[in-house]
């Protein structure tokens, strides 16, 4: 009997001495779960920054840059809008101007006389280059045929006269279609660069950010380097589509000037011969060389 209350009162002790290690543990665990859920709140905040900053993009980068990052944004903006007006203006101008040089040629060599042409250019205007060339060249071949060399860039033959007129408003309409292709080639070679900066720049202050910051997370540090490399790709999306319309009006320019060149070997033959050669098919035209009103 004396054995048995013994044995009860050492699992009595037993129990009583695991109580407070029991609510040690219950006490641990309560405040590891206090600790998560604490923690929760911050990563959902960060989530959240991180969705808004994904919806801002652009707008949020300039939202939060300095004036620098501003001004570069502005410069890039600009550059663009006036590639683009260039492009659409200059692509107009040239696909009427060679419809314009089509239906001149075609009425031009289809006239009979001098006299014709002379009044077709009266009655309708010089308003393309072929026009312009046809019009000077038989003004000075009437003019020096009738007064002779009366200054000193008159000086010469007939033919050395005429030759130069038509070689002076051949320059002349040259530098009209190569106007505004300098502006494209600057922003084609310089907006890369500009975006190039401006990320630079952005990610210069992203850095100085992150390191005055107490904690560097992966959200901390890609989203504003992402942002910075915003202005990379609208380098490029500016200067892309400049430099392709440069290169297309340049070879445009290339193909109609060379046209203009060979109406002007042409035109010249014509005026001191009375003949037109196509060199494709071997033969030769002879055109009637009326007397204009002028003479």
Do not use: C
């Not at 075609?106 to 019009?135: D, Y």
């Not at 009738?146 to 033919?159: D, P």
Request: no cysteine; aromatic share 8%; charged share 15%.
């Amino acid at each position: 009997m004396l054995d048995l209350l013994n044995s009860a009162l050492q699992v009595l002790g037993q129990l009583a001495d695991t109580a407070p290690a029991a609510q040690s543990a219950a006490a641990a665990a309560t405040d590891l779960a206090a600790a998560s859920a604490a923690a929760v709140p911050p990563v959902a905040q960060m989530g959240t920054t991180a969705a808004d900053v994904a919806q801002g993009g652009m707008l949020h980068f300039i939202s939060e840059s300095d004036v620098v990052g501003k001004s570069l944004f502005a410069i890039l903006v600009l550059m663009s809008l006036t590639s683009w007006y260039l492009i659409f203006v200059k692509s107009y101008l040239n696909a009427r101007i060679r419809s314009r040089s089509n239906k001149f040629l075609r009425e031009f060599w289809a006239a009979s006389s001098l006299e014709q042409v002379e009044n077709e250019i009266t009655t309708h205007g010089a308003s393309e280059p072929f026009a312009h060339v046809a019009s000077h060249a038989i003004h000075a071949r009437n003019h020096h045929a009738k007064y002779g060399a009366m200054k000193l860039e008159e000086k010469g033959s007939t033919g050395a006269f005429v030759t130069r007129t038509i070689r002076k408003v051949i320059d002349e309409e040259t530098a009209k279609l190569e106007n505004g292709l300098t502006v494209l080639a600057s922003i084609g070679s310089t907006a890369p660069f500009v975006g190039l900066f401006g990320t630079v720049w952005g990610v210069y202050h992203a850095l100085i950010g992150i390191g005055l910051a107490d904690g560097v997370t992966v959200n901390r540090i890609a989203t504003p380097v992402g942002e910075a490399l915003i202005m990379t790709g609208l380098g490029l999306a500016v200067a892309i589509p400049a430099v392709l319309a440069y290169n297309g009006f340049v070879r445009g320019n290339r193909v109609y000037l060379a046209r203009l060149d060979a109406f002007a070997h042409d035109l010249f033959t014509f005026l001191s011969t009375g003949q037109q050669a196509f060199e494709s098919s071997g033969k030769v035209r002879h055109v009637t060389l009326a007397a204009s009103k002028s003479e």
